[in-house]
């Protein structure tokens, strides 16, 4: 008799499709080219178990191997212009003789396409399953320190300065150059103060970037994040400070001196905070013109969720039952399934303390597309992850946010 085609030792994703693995670590190659989730190779998944929760996972393989064909065909026909993550670009003036250097301006119409292409950046041209965006992460914040400390503006020149240059080049282009400038500080800036708060969710980490915060993420800053990733300054300001307030609490655990009044009175205020913004997206709010405006409120519910975690840990989660209910009926009922790449962090962290009965709807979207992207890497590691707290959120009651994030090393959410 024949030997099976397949392992009865490889991953639990190439046994369910009854395929050949070749038992790669820290996931197999054959679920690695196709872009699905790799369910590794420990116990056997709670879902698999014959029945409406095997078929959905089998299903949503199946979606995605269809779309990663689909995919490839179409880019062995017609090479796909990059998406640009730049701010685009107006003219000064259309009916200048002279040639006007353009003005950047962030797009008001936020594209989940640029966090596409970054973390495709990010994960294939630098190898390591995608994990050495930690390096080129912080070599980025420390030229942005070391441009700041040393106070280099490329736009600062003096009077005499300013009068030779205005010699050679007329003033409209000159302003334009420094508008030019200036824009693409102003992304720079949003951009890696962005990607440095999502990084210490999980790494828990106090933002490298946290003395500038309150300035770049002030209500009248130019810098406005929902231009770049999709949310608001307000919530990522809060995200930042729990982030901060969770390394500051570890520490001071560690050394013996923490201050569990100073701590609570934070607390409070970080949640006064959040509670105030949201409330401008109550229930009867509907984002009919601009689906992405649900962004905000998502990631607003994900740092209360951060908030009791850091707090709590997985201990009296029915605190968060009217959270989780608010951000369920979002998810499935208003955001367009194009929106959920900007929506990474949220269903992570919200994932975290869902409900059992709400679990299928996290392990449909981070086993489908367009949230499970051929080009990136990371995003495949999640729900293996997810599946996990959810397993030992169960089973230890003492299970706790920091042990959580041992099973998330090296993988940013986005």
Known sequence: ????????????????????????????????????TCHGYGSKPDWMDGGDGERAVANGIKEVVKHTSRRKTAQSVKHRDPAKIAPKSTTVSESSSSPVPSLDKPDAAFSVDETTLLMHFLDNLFTNYGNAWHSHLRAAINMYLRSNKYGSAPTDLTGESRAVLNKELPLLEYEALVSNDTAHSRFMSGTLIWLDIVSCITAATTPHLLEFHSTVMAPDSQTQLEDIMGCKNWVMLQIGRI?????NKLQALRQGHFNCEEFKQTIIDIDIEIQSGLEAYGPDYVALCNPTTLITPLFAIMASVYLHLITHGFQELG???????RAMIILQTEVPTHVLPALVAPLYVIGSVARQGDEQFFRDAFSSPPLLDTSLKQRTRILPILEEVWDKRRAESSFLWEDSLELIPDILLI
């Open 319 to 325: 605190i968060l039952d009217v959270f989780i209910a």
């Open 1 to 36: 008799m024949a030997p099976p085609l397949w392992s009865k030792q490889g991953c639990w994703t190439c046994r369910l499709r009854k395929k050949k693995c070749d038992e790669g670590h820290p996931q197999c190659s054959t679920c690695e080219s196709l872009s699905i």
């Open 243 to 247: 982030a901060a307030l969770h390394a």
